[in-house]
């Protein structure tokens, strides 16, 4: 008997299992179909070959209607849904003209008939050409009579249900040979019930179920399951604690006596395998899906190109290319010969690449040749994106002998572990949404026999409940915050959230990181440290660490972007509301406050939209309800606003000094220069302490606005609506021209690191400075 199973893991399993006994034939279910079927006098069109006939069948006038673009790249991105529409259909065995026939209120009628159309001039592409695909296969197939009977019996170990192709297949087959199903009978693949009764078999729910569709026989059934499993779930508040939860839950698993082999980790999103592979410090993880290309250091020379192509001014593009030594970004706008391809993209492999990402690419690189080769020559930049395109579905296949398994959820079917840990169990990808209905509705599917939503559903439901059930631990982690939901699958599982510190997960994640020595960086230059104007930051931040000095105004790196809510935003919030109300006439203070809010609303767009940035925003409102009615008093008392964000320059001893002052406000020639605070404001108490500082921004616009006669310089505490004078000022101001002469003087300068470290926690060039924190 050959036993036919859905996946090749299965197969190896199988084989395993048998223990040196006599081995009987055991293949995949794609292998048996490959060779039950056949298709005369044609050949099976490739990948880009169909892409490109495709485009071809779509060269007509109400196509663009489908709202697909034919500009060839944009075509290529979104061709894969045209295909699995149509394969669907196929494999259904579901004409197009039925999609006319049930839609009651020709709701879909235009689309259906460009999509008649185009299927109809891209088979006529197809016979043209001698061609088949999976879209024509059923249309075309024959069956292999000589294979089936040569088979004598087959036994289909089947995990989900079968197609409409494939399951007359079966029928076909079962007059060439015996046909035996060993099935499992859920609440989640009713179909497979419902077939089997259409089959004459009767079969019940909660069992595993063998059967012989020669006979219309039930030969056997058993109770599905022995054992109710134990099962955590934990929640988290980042993915990346999902890792360490990862490593808890297989060392707790050892320790209940399960042996690594007999444990799975389970990807829903199997993109969360490149997190995972970096905290697997001692190698513990045997990663089924291999390492996707996309991690390879080919994938990333060209993506480093192609960046800093379209960033041409972001430095960081630049030192990255520095970085991976290549650069061919004169090139990409040029259409180059096939022969200037080949070469350009063999200079992204670099001799000590492995060879297995080698093999690959020029494995990949030979293919895509007969592609070009029948295309009009496009710009470099595009043939560099379409052969990314095809080298990112490879993947390197993981040696390391790691003993615990990380395996997709399709990967899964059919397998059985002791141990299984779920983790990324939430809503946006469990279950996993599918692109099958861009053209037709829920309920004209159901008419025309389609698989629904629910089916797919149920079809998830069933892998999950599957793995779940024929263990005996199992762990699911799922990310919990106000972007991300756990999944509705949990409701079914009945689980409750465990509680638990998240700081002990974070703990595991840092045993488990990789580190990094890097000893603190220095450089030792010939620069004149007033050949550009200097601000108070520039000074500042000199004095706090010469060499983020060095990185941000000499290399004049960007600092890293920030994605979510920041601090920072704060000051720049409040000092919009600030400049805008204090720029009109101060009338009332509920003119101010109306004038107040209406810019916190224009504001707001500017910045992150979080829950948390929403509260800071309105805490800030509050608080300066404080500070305009303060400002009322002493516009009563004759203070008046003089200058508003003032930009100011001024040479002082050859030195050009410049800044931004916040306000400056006037009364009989008197002039008080003020800085808004948002933060805590640190003046020192004691004179030592004051003259070691590295903050002289009072002093400093003191020395910008000497022109104007007499003035004092203050901080404006806007939390407590109160003015700080700066502690020593006059100390502090003769220690910043002792400064300032030194600086003067000095033509060669160490830029190190500080040797406070504090300064290092939340500097943005920590990572470029190798120091440890």
Not at 15 to 38: R, V
Not at 496 to 504: A, G, K, Q, T
């Amino acid at each position: 008997m050959t036993e036919i199973f859905s996946t090749a893991r299965q197969v190896r399993e199988f084989y395993k299992s048998l223990n040196n006994q006599l081995l009987p034939k055991a293949i995949t279910i794609a292998e048996f179909e490959s060779k039950a079927w056949y298709v005369k006098e044609r050949t099976f069109a490739d990948d880009d070959t169909r892409t490109l006939l495709m485009r071809e069948a779509g060269a007509f006038e109400n196509f663009e209607k489908l709202k697909i673009p034919r500009e060839f790249m944009v075509f290529l991105q979104n061709s894969e849904y045209i295909f699995r529409f149509f394969e669907e259909l196929a494999h259904e065995e579901v004409e197009i003209d039925e999609l006319d026939l049930h839609d009651t209120y020709a709701e879909f009628g235009e689309h259906t008939a460009i999509l008649k159309e185009l299927l109809i001039r891209y088979r006529a592409l197809l016979d043209k050409n001698s061609l088949y695909d999976s879209i024509t296969l059923p249309k075309l197939a024959c069956i292999n009579s000589s294979y089936l009977s040569s088979l004598g019996e087959i036994r289909i170990h089947l995990e989900g249900y079968l197609n409409a192709f494939e399951l007359r297949l079966l029928r076909e087959a079962k007059k060439f040979c015996d046909v035996y199903i060993l099935t499992p009978i859920t609440a989640y693949n009713k179909k497979v019930k419902k077939w089997l009764e259409e089959e004459g078999i009767t079969t019940s729910f909660n069992t595993l179920a063998e059967c012989c569709l020669n006979r219309a026989e039930l030969i056997k059934e058993e109770k599905l399951y022995n054992k109710t499993p134990n099962i955590f779930y934990q929640s988290f508040s980042s993915a990346v604690l999902e890792s360490a939860f990862v490593f808890e839950k297989i060392e707790m698993m050892t320790n209940l006596g399960i042996s690594p082999e007999n444990i799975a980790v389970v990807l829903p999103d199997e993109n969360f395998a490149v997190t995972l592979k970096e905290f697997d410090r001692f190698n513990n993880l045997n990663f089924a899906m291999g390492f996707s290309m996309r991690e390879s250091l080919f994938f990333k020379r060209v993506q480093a190109v192609l960046k800093k192509y379209a960033q041409k001014d972001e430095i960081e593009h630049e030192k990255r290319i520095e970085r991976l030594g290549v650069d061919t970004c004169a090139d990409l706008p040029k259409k180059l010969t096939l022969a200037e391809v080949e070469s350009k993209l063999k200079a992204f492999i670099k001799n000590d690449d492995p060879k297995e990402q080698t093999d690959i690419i020029l494995e990949e690189l030979f293919l895509f040749k007969k592609f070009l080769d029948k295309i009009e020559p496009l710009p470099f930049l595009d043939i560099l994106q379409l052969f990314l395109k095809r080298v990112q579905n490879r993947a390197l296949d993981d040696n390391r002998g790691g003993k615990v398994t990380v395996m997709g959820i399709l990967e899964s079917r059919g397998a059985k572990y002791e141990g299984v840990i779920i983790v990324h169990f939430n809503d946006d990808i469990v279950p996993k949404r599918s692109n099958k209905d861009l053209f037709i509705s829920s309920s004209l599917r159901a008419k025309c026999a389609l698989p629904s939503i629910e089916d797919r559903e149920n079809l998830q439901r069933f892998f999950y409940d599957r793995l779940i059930n024929s263990a005996s631990v199992v762990a699911i982690s799922a990310v919990e915050n106000e972007d991300k939901l756990p999944s509705r699958f949990l409701k079914t599982l009945q689980l409750e959230r465990l509680n638990y510190d998240e700081r002990s997960y974070s703990d595991i994640i840092i045993k488990n990181t990789r580190q990094i020595k890097n000893s603190p960086k220095s450089f030792h230059l010939a620069y004149s440290f007033f050949e550009k104007p200097l601000s108070a930051t520039a000074l500042k931040t000199y004095l706090e660490c010469s060499l983020k000095y060095f990185f941000r105004y000499i290399k004049r790196y960007e600092e890293p972007k920030q994605l979510k809510y920041d601090a920072r935003d704060t000051g720049s919030f409040v000092h919009d509301i600030l400049h805008g109300v204090f720029a009109n006439p101060l009338i009332s203070l509920e003119q101010m406050m109306i004038k107040a809010r209406e810019i916190a609303k224009q504001t707001k767009e500017h910045y992150d939209k979080s829950a948390l940035w929403e509260l800071e925003a309105d805490i800030w409102l509050a608080k300066l309800e404080t500070v305009f009615a303060k400002e009322l008093q002493r516009y009563k008392e004759g203070w008046r606003v003089f200058k508003l964000e003032e930009w100011r320059e001024r040479d002082f001893e050859g030195i050009r000094l410049v800044g931004k002052i916040d306000r400056i406000d006037s009364m009989n020639n008197e002039y008080l220069l003020i800085d808004y605070k948002t933060g805590r404001i640190n003046t020192q108490k004691r004179l030592e302490k004051a003259l070691c500082s590295s903050d002289f921004q009072l002093e400093f616009y003191a020395l910008l606005c000497a022109d104007l006669g007499e003035i004092k310089t203050v901080f404006y505490d806007l939390n407590k609506a109160e003015f700080i004078e700066e502690s020593f000022f006059n100390e502090k101001k003769a220690r910043l021209l002792e400064h300032l002469s030194e600086l003067k003087d000095k033509k060669e300068f160490a830029f190190e690191a500080c040797e406070d470290k504090k300064q290092c926690f939340f500097c943005p060039y920590k990572m470029l400075c190798g120091v440890h924190v």
